[in-house]
Structure formats: C-alpha cells, structure tokens
C-alpha cells in the first residue's frame, strides 16, 4: 500500500522532482507552499503550475507561511532564479488554490488521515507552528521524511544547510517534536547529480512534463554546477520521497541531531551525535553525555538506483 503523504514544500526545481515522485509513489493528499526558494507567492504559483503541467490537480495546494518563525525571510534566486522555477516555459495557473491555510490544512489532514507521513522539503516554519498550534498534531503524524541538514558541511554557510538557516528555530521545534524523523542531508544529496548524461536521458523522454523537467534541470544544474562546482544539480528533495518508498536507496543511522539556533556562524547547523557508530571509539569513549537519538540520519546513497526510479516515475507523466 502507497504511504499516504503531504508535501511541505518551497518549489524550487528539486522541489519539483519530489512532487514528481511523490505523486506516482505515495497516496499524496496535499501539498503545502513556504517561503524559501522564492517568496511564498512565487513559489505558492510555481506549485500550482507544476500540478496543471503533470496532471495532478487533484492534489490540493495549501499556502502557508510567508516568513520564518523569527528571522527575515531569505530566497536563493542565485540557484533557482528569480521566480524561483527559472528555465521552463510554463502557462499562467488557473488551478484554484485550497481554502484553508496550510498549517489549517495540515491539522486538519493528520486528524482524517491516519498513517499520515509529512515530506517537507523547504524551510520548516509551516510544520513548527502546526506543532505549536496543536500539541496533539505530532501524536498524529506516523514519520517525517524531510531535506534538511548535513552530516558534513552546508551549503549555504559552511556550516547549514538552506532548508535549516532559513528558519533553524521552527527546525528546533521539530527536531524535539518527537516524531520519528528520517534526515536527508547534503552529505547524501551532494552524490545525486543531475549530470548531463541524466539530463539527456530525462530530454529523451519526450513527453510535456519532461521536457519540463530537462529545462529546469539544464538551467539548476548549470546555477549549481557555477556555485558548489558540482557537475550538475543535486536531487535534494526528491530523496526524501526515495527514503520512504524504497530502503535500497539510502542507508541511514539513527543519531541525536540538535539543530543549532544560537551560533553567530553556526545557525541552522545539524549537529549530529554520530559517536556510537565507531566500536573502537565505543570501547574508548562511551557517549557519556549524548541525548538518545531523534533521528535516522542518511549516511550513503545509491545513485543510480535513485536515477532507475525517478527515471522510470517521470516517464508515466503526461
Ligand atoms: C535545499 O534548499 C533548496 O534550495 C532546495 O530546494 C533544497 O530543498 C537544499 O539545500
Ligand atoms: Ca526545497
């Protein structure tokens, strides 16, 4: 049976490819808009113009926060551009958005869909407040599968990651929430690479929506490549819908991760307690002060496993 999910997210065009996905692989019953990639308008519009293209209108649109929950609101037009979905040629929208507000919507799902797994893939102010909202939301909600964070170093500082700096408060709030929750990083999302030859063979397809698809990743992965020296866009987001519907993609290792929140250079920053994983360093140093693990964290991928499926998901697409 297909994990019934909402996408949280900010599109953006790794955006995009998780909504793809998601929208084959999972019982997908929502998708909520953030500020992040863009402002909360454009990427609210971008949503909307992605469903119209894929034929997914059946999926309601939920807009939700304009802002974070204390900093000023923060784009990245240097990778996605300034509508934030730069590349493609797409028509106006016309689908109408839902009526509720996306936090409204999000309580209201967790109470009439049981078994309800969140997929945010943007900053996580929606998901925050919804917990803060209602106490209760986080015993509805079976896991979180979010992008956000890094084993390693950020992306947009050397220490965080996007999704975390722009609102490492509301991260805060649901890194402590409780819910089981399955981390997908930079560490991990840095080795799916939308190379050219990836590129082409998304092109090949030939089909709307993926030529859609081969605009927004020729121009991502040409704004990614000039950034981080990548040679070609990272499959950030769609890794989190990977993570849920098939374990032969990511490997992942539960760890205590505290979202740092006070650091001059360091906000927004995972700090993953990774010490238990070394039995040399175990037999030397026991976690003595560590915090029981609050998530699977993703510690190896499977490239071309993840390219096998998104390939052959994006070709059912109209
Ligand atoms: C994350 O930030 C955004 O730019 C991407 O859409 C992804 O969610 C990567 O750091
Ligand atoms: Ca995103």
Redesign the pocket.
């Known amino acids: 049976m297909k994990p019934t999910t909402i996408i949280d997210c ?1 599109p ?4 995009v490819m998780a909504i793809l996905l998601g929208g084959r692989t999972t019982d997908l019953r929502g998708i909520t808009t953030v500020h ?2 863009a402002s909360l308008a454009q990427t609210t519009r971008n949503a909307r113009q992605v469903v119209e293209f894929a034929g997914l209108t059946h999926v309601p649109i939920a807009e939700g926060m304009p802002q974070p929950l204390v900093r000023v609101a923060q784009h ?1 037009p240097y ?2 551009g300034e509508s934030g979905l730069d590349g493609p040629t797409l028509a106006p929208p016309t689908v109408p958005l839902h009526p509720s507000h996306a936090v409204d919507f999000l309580l209201e799902q967790s109470t009439s869909l049981s078994e309800l797994v969140l997929l945010p ?2 900053p996580l102010t929606n998901i925050a407040i919804a917990l803060k909202r209602d106490p209760g939301f986080a015993s509805r909600v079976k896991q979180i599968s979010l ?2 964070g890094s084993l390693t170093f950020g ?1 947009v500082t050397p220490a965080a ?3 975390l700096w722009c609102d490492p408060e509301a991260a805060h709030v649901v890194f402590t929430s409780g819910i089981p929750i399955k981390m997908i990083g ?1 560490n991990v ?1 840095h080795q799916v690479l939308a190379t050219e030859p990836y590129r082409k063979r998304v092109r090949a397809i030939g089909s709307t929506t993926a030529t859609h698809v081969a605009d927004m990743l020729d121009f991502y992965s040409a704004r990614e490549t000039a950034y981080t020296g990548l040679a070609g866009g ?1 499959m ?2 769609p890794l989190a819908v990977a993570a849920l519907i098939d374990p032969t993609i990511l490997t992942f290792e539960p760890m205590h991760v505290a979202v740092e929140i006070h650091g001059r250079d360091t906000a927004g920053m995972t700090l993953c307690d990774g010490r238990h994983l070394g039995p040399d360093f175990r037999a030397l140093k026991p976690r003595t002060r560590g915090e029981a693990p609050n998530a699977e964290v993703a510690v190896a991928v499977d490239a071309g496993r993840f390219w096998e499926l998104f390939l052959d998901v994006l070709a059912t697409y109209p």
């Open positions: 900010d953006g065009h790794d955006d992040g990639n990245a990778v996605h893939i943007g992008m956000g992306n990651e996007f999704n930079l999302t990272s950030h987001d």
